[in-house]
Each structure stands twice: as structure tokens, then as C-alpha cells.
């Protein structure tokens, strides 16, 4: 009942940033937990950080606690990750998920984007 597209990936420098953007189809969009996560070749799914559905708690992975942020806007239907000081080991492919469980774990999380390639250089 949700569809959610990401945007704003590319290739950067060490150091650079960027701001990936989900947005999402649907009139509960409020109601969910958002979640980022990123996926390496060969590597499991990581939980990146995720935002409860008021905005009003964020938690995120050790790896990236201090440069990287999550928001949400309900109004526009629309969460954000906002990528600083980024590093060679943040290179994967991004994906926004909803679900209704603050939660790391991907499995219980129930809609996908189609996932969005990030390559840091170095």
C-alpha cells in the first residue's frame, strides 16, 4: 500500500556530502517508523538509522552517529538522510523502508524503494 522511491545518490569525494531523499505514496505515511538502510555486495542488509513516525526520536548505527541525519516532513510525505564527512566504507546501495516497529532489524520492516547507489571515493 506504500511506495517509496529514493533520490539523491551519486558518486562524491571522502569528505563530501549528500542528502538522499524518500519520498512516499500514501495517506498514513505518518503513522510509520522510517528506516535507512544499506547494502554492500555480498554483505547483509545494515540498518543505517531510523525515525519513529513523529520525527521526534532518531536512532542510528555506530559507523555513521555524528555525521549522519535523519528527518522526516509528514506534510510532504517525505524523510531524509542527510550524509556528512563521508568515507569509502559508506559506499552501498541505499534503501528507505517503513514499517510500524522501531526496529534494526530489516526483516521486520514492510515496504522498499528500489534502492539507490552511493559510491564514495577516496
Known amino acids: 500500500q506504500v511506495q517509496l522511491v529514493e533520490s539523491g545518490g551519486g558518486l562524491v569525494q571522502a569528505g563530501d556530502s549528500l542528502r538522499l531523499t524518500c519520498g512516499a505514496s500514501?495517506?498514513?505515511?505518518?503513522?510509520?517508523?522510517m528506516g535507512w538502510f544499506r547494502q554492500a555486495p555480498g554483505k547483509q542488509r545494515e540498518f543505517v538509522a531510523h525515525i519513529s513516525p513523529s520525527g521526534a526520536m532518531t536512532r542510528y548505527t555506530d559507523s555513521v552517529k555524528g555525521r549522519f541525519t535523519t528527518s522526516r516532513d509528514n506534510a510532504k510525505n517525505t524523510v531524509y538522510l542527510q550524509m556528512n564527512s563521508l568515507n569509502p566504507e559508506d559506499t552501498a546501495v541505499y534503501y528507505c523502508?517503513?514499517?510500524?516497529?522501531?526496529?534494526?532489524?530489516?526483516?521486520?520492516?514492510?515496504?522498499w524503494g528500489q534502492g539507490i547507489q552511493v559510491t564514495v571515493s577516496s
Open positions: 523502508a517503513a514499517g510500524d516497529e522501531l526496529t534494526r532489524d530489516p526483516s521486520r520492516y514492510d515496504y
Open positions: 500514501g495517506r498514513t505515511f505518518s503513522t510509520y517508523v
